[in-house]
Nanobody
Framework: QVHLVESGGGLVQAGGSLRLSCAVT????????VAWYRQVPGKQRELVAG???????RYADSVTGRFTISRNMARNTVNLQMNSLKSEDTAVYYC?????????WGQGTQVTVSS
């Protein structure tokens, strides 16, 4: 059974930083790709940042240069460092892991950026 548990969300002022972490059961090496998504009420969930294979990184245009996704293989975590936060970054952030055709999601963590 695969479980993903996000942490690190909270309330931060615009211009501040937060670091999200996603703890994954099992080895990170066993997943083809891991990613962070976000969703606001009434909108579709959107990709924020992802990494596939050894080094195929992808970022949403809106976060490029501000957010960084990383994997800690020793701790089996996927992290999202978010800097220069804006009010439009307010959302529930979800961690996703892909193994073959199976997708696994965490329960989400709320990030609120006050202007």
């Amino acid at each position: 059974q695969v479980h993903l548990v996000e942490s690190g969300g909270g309330l931060v002022q615009a211009g501040g930083s937060l670091r999200l972490s996603c703890a994954v059961t099992g080895s990170i090496f066993s997943f083809n790709a891991v990613a962070w998504y976000r969703q606001v009420p009434g909108k579709q969930r959107e990709l924020v940042a992802g990494v596939a294979g050894s080094s195929e990184y992808r970022y949403a245009d809106s976060v490029t240069g501000r957010f960084t996704i990383s994997r800690n293989m020793a701790r089996n975590t996927v992290n999202l460092q978010m800097n220069s936060l804006k009010s439009e970054d307010t959302a529930v952030y979800y961690c996703k892991a892909v193994r073959g055709t199976a997708e696994y999601w965490g329960q989400g963590t709320q990030v609120t950026v006050s202007s």
